[in-house]
């Protein structure tokens, strides 16, 4: 295959993309910016025919991505268009095997939640109205959310049932 087949094979895929798969523009453009990325990277590495790439050269672009600082969820994004290009491929009986598939996806770290200030804690606590009902019952949640160091996830779980009134 020549350099213009690395072209006319993104090009195909693109199309597909559009086509069968009804993709948004948006999507469809990160696609081909990932796709046009990964041949210049196949190039730079002397390949000029898509049955010579391999896992190493697709692990090889993930690293050099990493290294020109886009972080993990770009990786993945990447990542996630060279296996839908390669299983393509393999569907077209262009290739055999597809070498993307084997790389695991960059983890992604999870961010720390922000700590609030004593202050601002105190002022959040003050909030409610505990003179109305509404307003005892956001002063309970705020105060449970506060002292058991709950999430609001594991809050808007508790129900009246879990409640011990006899203890308060």
């Known amino acids: 295959m020549t350099q213009n087949s690395l072209d006319q094979l993104t090009d195909q895929f693109i199309n597909y993309l559009v086509v069968e798969k009804g993709l948004s523009r948006n999507t469809v453009a990160a696609y081909s910016k990932d796709l046009i990325l990964y041949v210049e990277s196949l190039r730079k590495n002397g390949i000029s025919d898509i049955a010579d790439a391999d896992m190493t050269l697709v692990l090889k672009h993930l690293i050099d991505l990493r290294d020109a600082g886009l972080g993990p969820r770009s990786r993945a994004r990447h990542l996630v268009t060279l296996r839908g290009f390669y299983r393509f491929l393999v569907h077209e009986k262009i290739l055999e095997t597809n070498p993307a598939k084997v790389v695991d ?7 720390l939640p922000d700590i609030l200030k004593i202050e601002e804690v105190a002022r959040l606590l003050e909030a409610p109205h505990a003179s109305k009902p509404l307003g005892m019952r956001d002063a309970a949640m705020l105060e449970l959310l506060y002292a058991a160091g709950l999430r609001v996830s594991e809050l808007i779980k508790v129900g009246i049932a879990n409640i ?3 203890a308060c």
């Open 164 to 166: 011990n009134l006899e």
């Open 105 to 111: 996806l960059p983890k992604a770290g999870r961010k």
